[in-house]
C-alpha cells in the first residue's frame, strides 16, 4: 500500500511540474503577443492620425460617388433609449442614406415610443425576402420632410441575426451599417468609417470603435460631455474596451486579420453578405461568426478583400452597471466566441485561409477561448506545487507578481494609448481614475470575467442558447444631471 502510495505521489509531482512548466511557456508567450499586439496597435494607430489630417469629410458628404448607406438598428425592449438613439442616426452627416430600425417583436412599449415621437404611419411597401426571416407584420413611414430617411419595420421576435437579416430585405442601399439600438453614433461616424470603402474597393467590413456612454451627459440623441461614470463596474468596462478595441483590434486589421467587428457598430458589402447567406440565427455570437464566414468565403472563391477597423469613428453605448447583467453579457460573448470557432474549426490552424487560419483564429482559441481555463489551472497548480513542496514560496510570489504587473503594463497601456491619440476624456480626474482602475482590475475584476466565461464554456455544453436579459437604464439626459 506504501508502495502505490508513494507511486502516485511521484506521478503527482511529474504531473504537476509538467503543468507547471506548461502554464509558465503559455503565461511567456500569451504576454509576448500582448505585448507585440500593443506595439503594431500604436504604430498603426500614428498611421491613421496622420492619414486623418490630411483627410476633407466635407469632400465625402458633398460627393454623388459616396456609396450610399442603409443603417440598420435592430431593437428589443429598447423604450429607454430608443429615442435617443434614433435621434443620434437621424442626425449623421452622410450624403446618402436611409435609417432601418427593426422591432424584433419587444414586449415593452419601444413601438408605441417610436410611433409616438416621429409620427410614424403603416405603409403599403411589400416585404421582399432575400434572406429567410420571421414573419414582418408592419413598416412604419414617416410623413414629417425631415424624417422621409427613416423606415421602422416592426416583426415577430426572432433575435438579434433575424431582426439584421430582415433590415437587409429592405434595405435598398450597397452598404448597410448594423449598430446596436441602444448605441450612438458622433456626428461623423459614418463618414469615417465608410472612408476605407471608398479608398479601396477591396474592403468588404469595417468596425468601428465602441466606447461607453455611462456617465457622459446626453441630449437630443448627441454626447454633449463625456465623463466616467461614478460606479464602480463602467469604469472597468472603459478599461477593458480601450484593451479591447485599441490594443487588439487595431493590431490585428493592420495584418488583415480582423476577426471580430462588434455588432454595436460595423459597416458591410452587401452583396458579399448575401453571397454568405446573411447573419445565422443559431448562434449566440453572429456578429463575429459573420465576420469568419465572409473570411472564409472570401478566401474558398479566391477573392481579393480586405477587413478593417478604424479607431475614431466612436459609437456610444450603455454598459451594463450590476454584476448580475454583466456576467450574463460575458458569458454569451465566450459561448459566441466557441460556436464561431467550433462551426469554423476547418480555418484553424489551417495554411490555406492565410493569416486568418495560421495567426487569428490560432490565436482567439489559443488565448481568449482556452485563456480562463488555463489561468484558473494555472492558479491551482501553481498553489498546489507549492504544497507539495515542488516549487518555493518566493516562485510562487514571483509568479502571482509577474502575472499582476503584466495585466496592469497592458491595461495601463491601452489607457495611455487612448490618451495619447484621441484624449476623449479631457477632465484630468477622469484620466487619473482610469489608469487607477487599469491597475485595480487585476484585483478581481479580472478573475471575475474568468469565472463567466468558464460558465460560459459549461453553458454551451449544455445546450443553453439565450442571450438572457440585458436591462437598460437609459443615457443620462443634461436635464438629469
Sequence with gaps: MNDLLEYFRLVAWIFSRGFSFFVIVYFILINVVYFLMLVSSFVAIVRYLRRDLFCDFRVIIQSEFSTPISVLAPAYNEQATITESVHSLLKLNYSTMEVIVINDG????????????????????????????KPVRGIYVSDRPELKHLIVVDKENGGKADALNVGINVSQYPLFCAIDADSILEDNALLKVAKPFLEDERVIAVGGIVRIANGCEIERGRVKTVRLSRKRLPT??????????????????????????????????????????????????????????????????????KVVFVPDPVCWTEAPETLKILGRQRNRWHRGLLDTISLHRAMLFNPRFGVIGLLSMPYYFLFELLGP?????????????????????????????????????????????????????????????????????????????????????????????????????????????
Design 373 to 481: 481555463v488555463i489561468e484558473t489551472l494555472g492558479y491551482v497548480f501553481v498553489v498546489a506545487s507549492y504544497l507539495y513542496g515542488v516549487v518555493h514560496v518566493q516562485v510562487l510570489l514571483l509568479f502571482f507578481v509577474v502575472a499582476i504587473i503584466y495585466g496592469m503594463l497592458f491595461s495601463v497601456g491601452a489607457v495611455l494609448l487612448e490618451e495619447i491619440s484621441f484624449h476623449r476624456y479631457p477632465r484630468a480626474r477622469d484620466l487619473f481614475r482610469l489608469m487607477v482602475y487599469a491597475v485595480l482590475e487585476n484585483f478581481g475584476y479580472r478573475q471575475l470575467t474568468v469565472l463567466w466565461r468558464i460558465k460560459g464554456l459549461f453553458d454551451y455544453f449544455r445546450g443553453v442558447t439565450t442571450w438572457g436579459a440585458m436591462q437598460r437604464k437609459g443615457f443620462v439626459t443634461s436635464e438629469q444631471q
Design 106 to 133: 419587444s414586449g415593452d412599449k419601444t413601438l408605441e415610443t417610436m410611433i409616438s415621437e416621429f409620427g410614424l404611419r403603416k405603409s403599403h411597401q411589400v416585404y421582399v425576402r432575400k434572406i429567410k426571416t
Design 236 to 305: 472597468f468596462q472603459v478599461v477593458e474596451y480601450f484593451r479591447a478595441f485599441l490594443s487588439g483590434r487595431m493590431g490585428w486589421s493592420a495584418i488583415n486579420g480582423l476577426l471580430i467587428i462588434s455588432g454595436a457598430f460595423g459597416l458591410f458589402r452587401k452583396d458579399v453578405v448575401l453571397a454568405c447567406g446573411g447573419y445565422r440565427d443559431d448562434t449566440v455570437g453572429e456578429d463575429m461568426e459573420l465576420v469568419a464566414r465572409m473570411h472564409r468565403y472570401m478566401y474558398e472563391n479566391k477573392l481579393p478583400y
